[in-house]
């Protein structure tokens, strides 16, 4: 359909048919228009797979049977894999699924930024870094959309605590929105194109985020050129004209009064009495149409539009592959993994978190999985039936004494520990980063009789490891890992696959030590400000020297590599930064080589450390490899307020090369010329130190 033929249509549409399509008519569509064949825009939760199909107007089960999906690895869990390719595939997967189960626009993923180890929804989210969060996020997004499918990014913005979610003010200052909060959106829409852009429930500086016109029309809009649709989060508009000007497209929302919504019969009622102009809901239709006529919904596209497919066997190798990389070491001591099993007749499973499934919980995550295998029985797949896997779940003071009895027995034990869906959780934040009553002592019992017992910790936070970081030999961190799952852990423990998980955001040795609590506010009341600014996770970490349990990047292998030959070559462009890596051991691997940026001198306050580039390669033992890295002056930048646009303060920068942020292996200093990046300049709000 060309654009004129959506001019027309616009046109003809009475009011009434233009309000049915901008707000929702079922719990997850919009209305349509019969007359002239415009369908509903159906759309599904899905950060980890399609969500179960619901009554029309309620949120009551449809008790079908043929709702069941493939279940992917968790946002964090993806990060875990510091991998573009895997989350192109992910995308794929996820993208082929909902349109497989007649979606339009699936409503993920979600790439706020993880401020604190506390957040509830941190397990949807990716990384406490905003470039890792976009180079992940874009791949996602483009995979998803190669199936006529939305992707539908969330949550625009600052969303990044669930206490108080639905009427908390953020107030941060505009560095930290640029340098933080914002550039995995703005990544999303620059460079992924998402089609759809989920508003906030949160304020920013007082104003709701779903009818900010701030973000809504002057960032978005205006600055970044979006051209697609802005979707409400579910229940987060409060007021008919603010909505209807701040820029949002459509309504959705909890209940089923869908009639009432402020952007349905209030909101027609202001245009009759001449308070809102109908151009304004012209420009919502526009929007609408432009997007199903992309997804080949509209005319003679719909006989040629992608059908989707779900619950193929390609999907679940994708998963486990995906899986499989976002398996972190993060400690082995004496090389105790992999496990020998060779020989042996005994292996003891230890913990809730061996035997638990977690697809259906998380809140709106939740899905209803084909199958998910659980670390235990992945155990059991891989392990063969020629060795005894005995399990014990170490529930309360009995429990620990079968445990600590069982571990006394066998050489080799494994003890599952950390979290579940109900601390990682839509709609509440955790209270601290313990993790859950009983496990430590249940470690520490374990340890006591067995000395190499292995520790696996399944979270989608960062979790306090300091009860037995220092006495276990082995440690290893998973995130919620998809239906393939325990398949893909107990190949990494026993030796099937070498790990190549790297952290996404810093495990700190206590919540005290993190900025956001510690500098900022958490979770405040009505108002909660960011006062720790730009520096968020590794970046405060790094700048005040604060020892970490385990830093940034942090990931170890089953072989070693070796780091050589930086170069750093000006060009027309900016700089081309090479480094070779070397597979020094006797095992195929796979390296993410980071590369940080270091102000060396003092012109502006700024981290000490930036991720400003990586990649992730397959090195066979012995294969050396160059790789090439090219940096532009953005990536030398900062948010200069008063200027209102980024720039490059004169000075001398280092180019860091290494494993993680505290791995450096290379250095090279530079000298950057003082520039101002015009194409970036905004139109920003006067700012103080936090508004």
Known sequence: MERQEIEKLVKELTLEEKIEMIHGQGIFHTGGVTRFHIPPLWMS?????????????????????????????????????????????????????????????????????????LCGRNFEYMSEDPYLTAQLAVPLIRGIQENDTAACVKHFAVNNQETNRLTVSVEVSERALREIYLPGFEAAVKEGKSMTIMGAYNKLRGVFCCHNPYLLREILRKEWNFDGVVISDWGAVHNTLEAALGGLDIEMSVTNDFDDYYMADPLFKKVLEKEVDEEIINEKVRHILNLMNRLSMLGEKRKNRTPGVFNMSAHQEAIRSCGEEAVVLLKNEEDRLPLILEGKKRLAVIGENAAALHAMGGGSAGIKA???????MGLKIEAGGNIGVDYEPGVGPEGIKKAEILAAECEDVIVFAGLNHQSDVEGQDRKDMKIPAGQEELISAVLDVNENAVIVVLAGSPVELEAFADR??????????????????????????????????????????????????????????????????????????????YCFGHGLSYTEYGYGNLSVEKTSQGYLVKADVENCGNRAGLETVQVYVRAAGETIKRPVMELRGFDKILLEPGEKRTLAFCFTEKDFSYYNEELKCFAVPEDEYDICVGSSVSDIRLKQRIEVDKCVLEAEKSNGPETDSFR
């Open 370 to 376: 084909l199958y998910e295998i659980s670390p235990l």
């Open 45 to 117: 939760d899905g950060p980890m797979g399609v969500r179960r199909e619901l009554e029309d107007d309620n949120w009551n089960p449809s008790g079908t049977t043929d709702d069941f999906v493939s279940y992917l690895p968790s946002n964090t869990a993806l990060a875990c894999t510091w991998n573009r390719r895997q989350a192109e595939q992910m995308g794929r997967v996820l993208g082929a699924e909902a349109r497989g189960r007649g979606k339009d626009v699936i409503l993920a993923p979600g790439i706020n930024i993880i401020r604190t180890p």
């Open 472 to 549: 276990a030999k082995a440690i290893v961190y998973t995130s919620y890992n998809g239906m393939e799952g325990g398949r893909a852990l107990a190949g990494v423990l026993l030796g099937n696959v070498n790990p190549s998980g790297k952290l996404p955001f810093t495990l700190p040795r206590c919540l005290e030590d993190c900025p956001a609590h510690k500098l900022g506010e958490f979770p405040g009341d009505e108002i909660v400000v960011y006062r720790e600014g730009v520096f968020v996770g590794y970046r405060y970490f790094e700048s005040e020297e604060v020892s970490v349990r």
